[in-house]
């Protein structure tokens, strides 16, 4: 079988390739490669990828906002299922230059439905976000909750997704699972999450930028298990039989957490960083950014019962891994 893989390049999207290719699968995988961070970084995803892979790995350089492009690339190129994970990531980014997320998000995002639907594929999964909860203040987040009042344009964006994607489950029966990520961690992560800019401050001696006080909680997510949840989506496609799917859709579409259902501290997530790289933080106490919500906490007993699904890693484990690796890849 033969899995295409958008975002390729990304820190999931290297991932979930690395997983794929390991059990057997063929992989093309196309990224544009955008300098939102480090081209260095995504190259260095692109290439660790390349080695596992060998032939049974294609990467091509390719916008699939660009449906000329797109059409262009996969011309002659045969694949059997989609793991849509390319996008314009960033909740503090999206205020900034809300362009650069119509075009990716949801131009991007009508693109690959387009791609899917044209192409007959048994199975398309996409990426959507817990920022499309919102203000929810009843936790934990669960997939039947109404998730109308987004708090950024990111959030917006991948509620769109969400909308999209059931309309072309409904008239055309494209089997589509999107799954809602929960800040997701691990070796090769995205220089704009916290995790990094943490490790980074504290090793380079700098302060750290803490919002709200300190008074937030996530529900961290470590990559290993974030994949897991990714893979056991592709492999059970939602039936077209009319009955009721996580997310309340009654066409062949599923909407699922993926979260380690454990709601984290912020200053815990500091503690451990701090520990694992042998000195402390120096904390800049700021206010809270818009955009940006106080705590998130998945409900996964969906993911849970339909497709087995269960973490294993938590942020005492996760957090010493990541900065293993940041120590390493930068020689510090």
């Not at 916008?63 to 492009?69: P, Q, V």
């Not at 579409?253 to 120096?282: P, V, W």
């Not at 906490?297 to 293993?324: H, K, M, N, Q, W």
Request: with cysteine.
């Amino acid at each position: 079988m033969t899995v295409l893989v958008t975002g390729a390049a990304g820190f999931i999207g290297m991932h979930v390739s690395l997983r794929l290719l390991a059990r057997g699968e063929r992989v093309i995988g196309i990224d544009n490669l955008n300098d939102y961070y480090s081209v260095q970084l995504k190259q260095d995803r692109v290439a660790t990828v390349a080695a596992a892979g060998g032939e049974r790995y294609h990467f091509m350089r390719c916008d699939f906002a660009d449906h000329e492009a797109l059409a262009a690339a996969l011309a002659g190129a045969e694949f059997d299922r989609i793991v849509h994970l390319g996008a314009q990531a960033g909740v503090r980014y999206s205020i900034d230059n809300p362009r650069a997320y119509a075009q990716s998000n949801l131009v991007g995002h009508l693109n690959m439905l387009e791609l899917a639907r044209q192409r007959g594929a048994a199975h398309l999964v996409y990426a959507s976000s817990s920022s499309v909860y919102g203000g929810n203040d009843e936790l934990p987040f669960r997939v039947e909750d109404r998730v109308d009042h987004p708090l950024s344009l990111y959030a917006a964006t991948k509620k769109a997704d969400e909308l999209m994607s059931e309309t072309y489950a409904h008239l055309y029966r494209l089997p589509m699972t999107g799954l809602r990520f929960f800040t997701v961690y691990g070796p090769w992560g995205r220089p704009d999450m916290a995790l990094w800019l943490f490790t980074d401050a504290i090793l380079a001696g700098r302060p750290i930028s803490v919002f709200n006080g300190g008074e937030m909680r996530r529900d961290f997510t470590y990559i290993d298990d974030i994949v897991s949840g990714v893979v056991a989506a592709l492999d059970h496609a939602p039936a077209d039989d009319s009955a009721g799917k996580p997310g309340g859709s009654r066409a062949c579409h599923a909407l699922y957490n993926i979260g380690n259902h454990r709601s984290e501290e912020l200053t815990r997530l500091i503690d451990l960083i701090e520990q694992a790289c042998g000195r402390a933080a120096i904390r800049d106490m700021k206010p809270m950014q818009p955009g940006d919500v106080h705590e998130t906490f998945a409900d996964i007993s969906a993911i849970e019962r339909d497709l087995g699904y269960r973490p294993t890693t938590t942020i005492d484990v996760g957090v010493p891994r990541f900065v293993d690796w940041f120590r390493h890849y930068h020689g510090v």
